[in-house]
């Protein structure tokens, strides 16, 4: 399984080669398949992506028809909420980049009718067998991807492709998030970390330290990290490679 260290010398540089490189990827894949999935993620990391790949997405040659956007988790918070991944993504990438309702598969907001738990079932079912092309994850401090986090019930074994989280460690409490099978049900696996608070979490996490759900994250074919200088600090000399 391949995998790629990408290290860029400012955060800045690394939203602008991972959306350059998204933008070209996902032109590649629609002039070969009719449907191309992509697993999207939250935080700002993946926010900063999201803008410049609005920018250079402008008159290029993407069909946004032919994508179906999902997310690898979601705040539990009410649909109006700024906090929800997928406001923030849509409210970023469709400022230039046509995308219909009916090809967001955004999870379920929080209406005091169903909990975490039942919505992650409803997005559960929604996903069925679905195989992403390309899934973007962020990495958090403590080494969490989507809402999986070290240590905590999220990253407990399961048969399940969704969860609903409550008590997660970074607020909002109350999420979904695809487990790590289903995350890693991917052709591509893209992770972006930036700034210096990562450093130890990503060194831990490719260095194969298995207390990390970030360690557990990879695509079927080829994973890419994308780092900036302060990120990759702690990375031995044979990961510190540039482009
Ligand atoms: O809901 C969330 O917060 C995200 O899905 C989360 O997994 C995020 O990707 C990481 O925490 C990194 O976030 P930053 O890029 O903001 O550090």
Redesign the pocket.
């Known amino acids: 399984m391949y995998r790629r260290v990408v290290r860029m010398p400012e955060a800045d540089e690394v939203s602008d080669l991972v959306a350059r490189r998204l933008l070209e990827r996902l032109i590649e894949l629609q002039d070969v398949q009719p449907i191309v999935h992509v697993c999207l993620?939250?935080?700002?990391?993946?926010?900063a992506m999201y803008e410049r790949f609005a920018e250079l997405a402008e008159g290029s040659a993407l069909d946004a028809a032919k994508l179906q956007l999902w997310w690898?988790?979601?705040?539990f918070v009410p649909a109006t909420d700024p906090d929800r991944?997928s406001l923030q993504a849509v409210s970023r990438l469709a400022r230039t980049v046509s995308i219909k309702s009916a090809d967001t598969h955004m999870m379920a907001a929080k209406d005091g009718r169903k909990d975490s738990h039942e919505c992650a079932a409803e997005y559960e079912a929604e996903l069925g067998g679905t195989h992403f092309d390309v899934t973007l994850?962020?990495?958090?401090?403590d080494g969490?991807?989507?809402?999986i986090f070290p240590g905590h019930p999220s990253f407990e074994p399961t048969t399940r492709n969704v969860i609903g989280v409550t008590d997660a460690p970074?607020p909002p409490a109350e999420?979904i998030s695809l487990t790590i099978p289903a995350l890693n049900r991917s052709t591509e696996m893209w992770v972006?970390?930036?700034?210096p608070?990562?450093s130890e979490a990503i060194a831990r996490a490719l260095a194969g330290d298995e207390r990390l759900p970030a360690a557990h994250v990879h695509g079927e074919v080829a994973t890419y990290w994308y780092l900036d200088d302060e990120a990759a600090a702690g990375l031995p000399e044979q990961f510190r490679c540039g482009l």
């Open positions: 993620t939250g935080g700002n990391a993946a926010n690898g988790d979601e705040r991944n994850l962020g990495v958090g401090e969490h991807v989507a809402s970074k999420r972006m970390a930036t700034g608070g990562k």
